[in-house]
């Protein structure tokens, strides 16, 4: 399955990356499973992405739950807790 | 539009005069304008830069009008953030919004600053003597949105 990933704001500067697109292997399937297959990347990934890390996930410009399942052609973001206002 | 991000500067009394122009029926204008501080948490900030993310923030903001528009009788909403580098005194964020009577203007206006501040995706990155650094969500924005419950 092939994914649009972004990234944003200190995750994007942690990581040094703003979007990348991915070919998913057919194990990942949801929200929770993206993040923890780029968590296996390791180093600073796996820092960033940690599972108590505050990381919020958008599937399609919605704000997604960990089961929230992904699909061909989407467009998934990771963010920190948004300082708008 | 109910709805603009934008990097320019606003002005408070043509955006009223354009919310109420021709809207007899409109008895209170309500509306709440942030500003850019020269210290948080203590440290000062030289400057401030806003990040967005272009098309979900748009969407999100638009949910926030329609679940104030859903809760209360309302006119008009309208919320203008802006995004880019900013300074201190400089504004950041309108919500203004009409309707009958008082009450219904003054809690809409409050729900929508409160859900912005927690839901629509901004961040702010300061510049501070001590370098850059993002600032951190706050759980008393957390707290403030919470009262108003779950999107209907």
Not at chain 1, 53 to 75: K, M, N
Not at chain 2, 92 to 104: D, F, M, P
Not at chain 2, 116 to 138: M, S
């Amino acid at each position: 399955m092939k994914v649009l990933v972004l990234y944003f704001a200190s995750l994007r500067e942690t990581l040094g990356l703003a979007r990348e697109a991915l070919d998913l292997p057919d194990s990942v399937t949801t929200a929770a499973e993206l993040r923890a297959h780029l968590c296996a990347r390791g180093g600073i990934w796996a820092k960033a992405l940690a599972e108590g890390a505050a990381v919020r996930v958008a599937i399609d410009q919605s704000v997604a739950l960990p089961a929230t399942r992904l699909h061909e052609g989407a467009e998934v973001a990771f963010f920190p807790p948004v300082t708008g206002g | 539009m109910p709805v603009r991000i934008q990097t320019d500067d606003f002005d408070l009394s043509t955006e009223i005069a354009a919310l109420r122009a021709g809207r007899a029926g409109v008895g209170a204008v309500v509306s709440f304008v942030g500003t850019v501080r020269d210290i948080n948490q203590g440290t000062g900030v030289s400057s401030l830069t806003l990040e967005h993310y272009p098309g979900m923030t748009d969407k999100s903001l638009e949910d926030i009008v329609a679940q104030a528009t859903s809760r209360w009788q309302l006119d008009q909403v309208l919320v203008i953030h802006r995004v880019g580098p900013l300074q201190p005194l400089d504004q950041i964020v309108l919500v203004a919004v009409t309707s009958a009577h008082r009450g219904e203007a003054f809690e809409a206006c409050e729900f929508v600053m409160d859900w912005l501040k927690t839901r629509a995706p901004f961040w702010k990155k300061e510049a501070t003597p001590q370098g850059e650094r993002w600032v951190d969500a706050r759980e008393s924005d957390d707290a403030a949105a919470a009262r108003w419950g779950r999107p209907e």
